[in-house]
């Protein structure tokens, strides 16, 4: 089956892609939404420099649209590339990084309805910290490229998920209650490498802004390898 | 042992409907093995068995609903999710019917101890007309039945009403 890959460069979406590939889908096109609104409830505000960079390691397609981030608007927006991925690439199906959110969830499952391609969410429900031993175990490099909850602070930005940082994590979770494996927007996460991608990225450049326990990484990256 | 049961025909939906259900009874320290319904003829062996759901496009096992017939001959207990809970109705002559609900919903139920309005979240196109099962809710359609040994909900309890799983495996 031909699937469209819902794609924010993230961990959850990266690795669901990867889950996919592996049962032995073909991953024909990735679709990216960028929201000029930081705090969309719907999608990850990604610079869309960085996931075409990622298309272009992964040899998959990609398809970009940009919305005003207004709450039924971004959904007609979505629909909208997802209807094109339809007629370009031929896809049957949408796999996406949802893990426990049912805001998101339901309304891609709708869309997926009414254009009766099948819905996939690979990681849905999934335990956290499996989650985030299995990125590990499968060799993804992932960095965190926003924090937006106390604790948490300017000094996890570019923090590779590693073993390490998996135990502060779950240490902090106890005590704090954050979300360790970041959906429930206490983080965001840039995959710089994994099995899907021909070669490895690096940050090349950052910018940071915030302020508090509310951090936001901008980084342009580029091939590690020329 | 009990036994898991998956009715999806796309390997990549296990993640989503089966696995989540395997979490409950991995936490709980419960034993089970899982198996595609087409590779299921008789349950005798198992002690418990979950039939899962399965997404709203994936509706393959609709067209073999005579290979869940040991559901009429068995007394061992079962509970049907979703797509689970439609295959009791169906085995036992109910109707299928159209009806699209996503998302979370509140419904009314009394079934395995939980009772009362609460939050259920829903994935499914189809529902059951049931024949001779005890109905164990309120409102427009039915969301929980049981029938002897057997409980079936429409919706998924492994994502907000786990205890229903839970009280299933106490039984």
Redesign the interface.
Known sequence: ?RLGVLFSGGKDSTYAAY??FK???KLSCLISVFSKNQDSYMFHTPSISKVIKQASVMNIPILTVETNGEKEKELEDLKRIIEKAIEEFEIEGI?TGAVES?YQ??RI??I??SL????????????QVELLNELIENKFEVILTSVAAFPLDESYLGKRIDKELVLKLRELNSKFKINIAGEGGEFESLVLNCPLFSQGLKVVSKTIKGSGNSFRMEVEVGNLLY | MNLIINVCK????Y??FV??VE?ILKQSGIKFITKHYSEVESVEEYNKIIICGT????NEFLKEIEKFSWLKETNKKVLGICAGFQIMGLVYNGKLKKK?E???FNEEINILNVKGKVQV?H?H?NYVEFEDFEILSKGDIVQAVKKKNLYGVLFHP??RNKEIIKNFLKL
């Open positions: 089956m889950l996919a049962k032995g889908y796999v049912v969830g339901t499952q709708n997926c309805n009766e391609i099948e819905c996939f969410n690979p990681l849905w429900l999934k335990d | 796309e390997r990549l939906h993640y989503e696995k989540p979490s997404s709203l496009k994936d699209t996503i998302g979370f979240y994935l196109n492994e994502v």
